[in-house]
């Protein structure tokens, strides 16, 4: 291009630049990627866009789950194994004995961290075999994924769930071996918070889809 | 932190397989999105040179196609049924593998970081896998072509009952439509995983004095379509994973009972929609759109105001333009579906919002053509592309002011007017985004210029090819020459339109030659071509701060600190006619 040779990069760098005003705007107000902070706050961020993108996931899915009950005269009630009650109490519990030992930590109570938290992951697997054993029985009553719509959809709403839940079961199971092992320091606090936030919304989103089984289902 | 201060450099790993192959290093995952789309792109084009020979030359044997399609080309002429399935590949790795994958993944990857002045994205682990999993997509879909029966011929918007009720639709409906399906879940899964890092990187990585309305417009454009791959990936994964169950679990989401297919009545289904399968499917499909041509305007607005040597006209309305942009692509899935059967309100209201779409983007447009005016134009090839972008941009987006109206579409949109306008709009207009990209960022990412006369070259066949293959289809689409045949030879009125067709296929030949010379410019360049200086285009933005190519962490261990907008150029009273976001706050107090 065709620039005047004095004009160039390097003349108009010099002097080095003097500290900057502190900026209060929103972001880009320092810390950068060079601080824990920052790195604390994208995790957070990365959470909340996770969590966004579940929930595209499960609403997509609902919204096929109304369309398809409704357009068609072919939706058969399905009766649901009474199992899931049970493991809708045990997926409660296990969020409730989370948040416990969170607060034991905050407390600086270590050991009663490590019991909570080690009972709610112990919780969390329960759940995910409760949920094998509903689908053993239903299939044992002869309801498959192709028998009805009500089932396809129930099959695939608690398939999905599963898979979150399996992330979230590693998750504790990750943050417990930590914690076991005592390499629980400041920066697994984060790993700490996100696994709970995590969790507490895929125990929301099986209330959600109980009331959707249940009212609709 | 309170002044740029030197922190300990870091260093990239030393082995080739961790710097090269599994790096956490934003700048190589871009360069490995770049280059996977590279290949998708020429194996794209090559299918649609395989479609346009096939459509002049429906009976035409060719020895070698006989070769490579004992069964679906026997005797060297294609069948229809093959005609069908290079159509399905050819749009699907054009959108998913190209268009999805360059602007954003590709030229996103490797520049947001930088000029938001951050060491790598938030969280290259996941970056890393995200560019795999692409891959992987990638070569799933890729093995459809070698399955028994093929790829599928269902077209890259996989309507059901063609592509729910297997094998007896066709060939390349059994495992090929699966692999498909497979391929489309893994690819959205990888998209998940990438818009997490770009959102989380531009809301929390960017340096200090980056205020959001400081950032360049590329990374306005890649934050936006982060947000609308999130969520419209998210569905598409949902809508995909019931469509392979009613292939491979007796499901019936999408298909209805009784279908004849093929002389045979369909029974192990019931009751589903294929209705259903579209709105999901569009849902995703129209902010698909503005994924593919979001960060093209990003790159267009960057490069027209360097190019000009002025400010881009009106930043924050252009930022406001693609925000609403992003939230109206949300609202208009509907206007693809006018011919599917739906209530005339709700066809209004989709027109409506379809329209109320044009209003952001003339306002993009005039603030283009605001830029340029009055500007010291230096027309470099990086320009030229960006120039074409906004020539493109404006043809497409007329012939969609057309097609928004139910009316209109209802006679158009099974015609080529319809292959027209979202080839023009979606397909070579954000591959002209790209090209400018690379122009304007090779320097950086290699440290050497690329060749501008045949850059310049290039350009002109392109410019010239892409009108003369896409502007005849608008005509043939008014004269009813209906989309998705393999062959016009059968009917009356479209034997008459055959010699358009056979101008647009010599179009696309030259044209598909002429990017042999972008090939050998990018390659020889990278290894011959001349040393980059470090600003080469006199550019504001960050990435013109560090050494072409960067260090590993960008910035060699300094933060920088930013003072003034992406866009200061022929500031009065400057001593250059651009001032760096990081010069000093006293080059000029505002900013």
Known sequence: ?217 | MSSPSAHTAQHAPHGFIRKYIFSLDHKVIGLQYYFLGLFSVFLGMSLSLLMRYHMVNPNVAVSWFGKLWPTAAAGGVMTPELYLSLMTMHGTIMVFFVLTTVPQSGFGNYFLPIQIGAEDMAFPVLNMMSFWTTFLALIVMVAAFFVQGGAPLSGWTAYPPLSGAGRITGPGEGMGQNLWLVSIAIFCGASLMGAINFIATTVDLRCQGMRLMRMPLTCWTWLVTAILGLLGFAVLLAAGVLLLLDRVAGTSFFLPAGLMINDQILVSHKGGSPLLWQHLFWFFGHPEVYIAILPGMGITSQLLATFSRKPIFGYKAMVYAILSIGFLGFLVWGHHMFMSGMNPYSAMAFSVLTMAIGVPSAIKTFNWIGTLWGGKIHFDTAMLFALGFVSLFVTGGVSGIFLGQPALDLYFHDTYFVVGHFHMIMGVAAIFGMFAATFYWFPKMFGRMMNETLGKIHFYLTFIGVYAIFTPMHYLGIAGNPRRYSAFTDVEYLGKLIPVHQFMSWAAYVTATAQIIFLVNLFWSMRKGKPAPINPWHATSLEWTVPSPPPHDNFAGVHPVVHHGPYEYSVPGAVADFIMQTDPASVRSEG
């Open chain 1, 1 to 217: 291009m065709g620039m005047p040779a004095s004009l160039t990069h390097d003349t108009i760098h010099r002097p080095p630049p003097p500290p900057p005003p502190i900026d209060h705007g929103w972001g880009g107000g320092g810390g950068g990627s060079d601080g824990r902070g920052a790195d604390r706050r994208a995790s957070f961020t990365g959470l909340f866009v996770l969590l966004a993108a579940s929930t595209m996931v499960f609403a997509a899915f609902t919204s096929a789950f109304v369309v398809r009950r409704g357009l068609s005269d072919d939706w058969a009630s399905m009766s649901k194994p009474p199992i899931l009650f049970v493991n809708t109490v045990v997926l409660l519990v296990s969020s409730f004995l989370l948040d416990l030992s969170r607060r034991a930590l905050k407390a600086g109570d270590r050991s009663k961290f490590n019991l909570w938290w080690t009972a709610a992951t112990g919780l969390g697997i329960l759940f995910l075999l409760g949920q094998a054993v509903a689908w053993r029985q239903l299939s044992a009553a002869g309801v498959y994924m192709a028998t009805n719509p009500s089932s396809s959809f129930f099959y695939v709403l608690t398939a999905a769930h599963a898979f979150h839940l399996l992330g979230g079961v590693s998750a504790l199971v990750y943050v417990d071996v930590q914690a076991l092992r005592l390499r629980l320091g400041p920066a697994k606090r984060t790993a700490i918070d996100v696994t709970a936030i995590f969790w507490h919304f895929l125990d929301g989103l099986w209330v959600y889809l109980m009331v959707l089984f249940y009212v609709w289902g």
